[in-house]
C-alpha cells in the first residue's frame, strides 16, 4: 500500500514539474511577445511623431 502511495506521490510530483516547465516556457514566450509588441508600439509613435510634424509644417507653408 505504501508503495502505491509513493508511486502516485512520483507520479503526481513530475506531473507538476512538467506543468512548471510548461508555465515558465509559456510566461518566456509572452514576456517576448510583449517585448516586441513595446517596441513596435515605440517605433509607431516615432513614425506618427514624424508624420504629425510634416503635416504641420506643409500646414504652415500654405497659410
Known amino acids: 500500500m505504501?508503495?502505491?502511495k509513493l508511486t502516485q506521490l512520483d507520479h503526481t510530483s513530475q506531473l507538476?514539474?512538467?506543468q512548471i516547465k510548461n508555465v515558465n516556457?509559456?510566461?518566456d514566450r509572452a514576456w517576448s511577445e510583449l517585448e516586441?509588441?513595446?517596441s513596435d508600439l515605440r517605433d509607431l509613435?516615432?513614425?506618427y511623431e514624424?508624420?504629425?510634424e510634416e503635416v504641420e509644417l506643409?500646414?504652415?507653408r500654405l497659410y
Do not use: G, N, S, V
Request: aromatic content about 14%; charged content about 40%; glycine content about 0%.
Open 2 to 4: 505504501t508503495a502505491d
Open 16 to 18: 507538476l514539474i512538467f
Open 25 to 27: 516556457e509559456l510566461l
Open 36 to 38: 516586441l509588441a513595446r
Open 45 to 47: 509613435i516615432m513614425f
Open 50 to 52: 514624424e508624420w504629425d
Open 58 to 60: 506643409r500646414k504652415k
